[in-house]
């Protein structure tokens, strides 16, 4: 059930940011310094998985392209310090 819920993590880059945009929409009552600092250490906890995946079948679709997702939105979120 965790490997379908981190499933959007995988998907392609357009997908991915629509999936960004909506988090930061449900959480606009955050202020955006916050949100970014708070945002990109729960993508960062992801990343320093050693799999995000535990299903070898998902893993092996889509751990690469949630890697990349989620270094790109890390990335993003830390420009606008």
Same mark, same amino acid.
């Given at each position: 059930?965790?490997?379908?819920?981190?499933?959007?993590? $995988?998907?392609?880059?357009?997908?991915?940011?629509?999936?960004?945009?909506?988090? @930061?929409?449900?959480?606009?009552?955050?202020?955006?310094?916050?949100?970014? =600092? =708070?945002?990109? /250490?729960? &993508?960062?906890?992801?990343? $320093?998985?050693?799999?995000?995946?535990?299903? $070898?079948?998902?893993?092996?679709?889509?751990? @690469?392209? /949630? @890697?990349?997702?989620? &270094?790109?939105?890390?990335? /993003?979120?830390? /420009?606008?310090?």
């Amino acid at each position: 059930m965790v490997d379908i819920d981190l499933s959007i993590l $995988g998907t392609d880059p357009p997908t991915y940011n629509r999936y960004e945009q909506q988090i @930061r929409k449900e959480y606009t009552f955050v202020p955006s310094f916050i949100y970014r =600092k =708070k945002r990109a /250490a729960i &993508l960062r906890d992801l990343l $320093g998985r050693p799999r995000i995946y535990t299903s $070898g079948h998902v893993a092996a679709a889509t751990e @690469r392209q /949630a @890697r990349a997702n989620l &270094l790109n939105a890390v990335s /993003a979120l830390e /420009a606008h310090h």
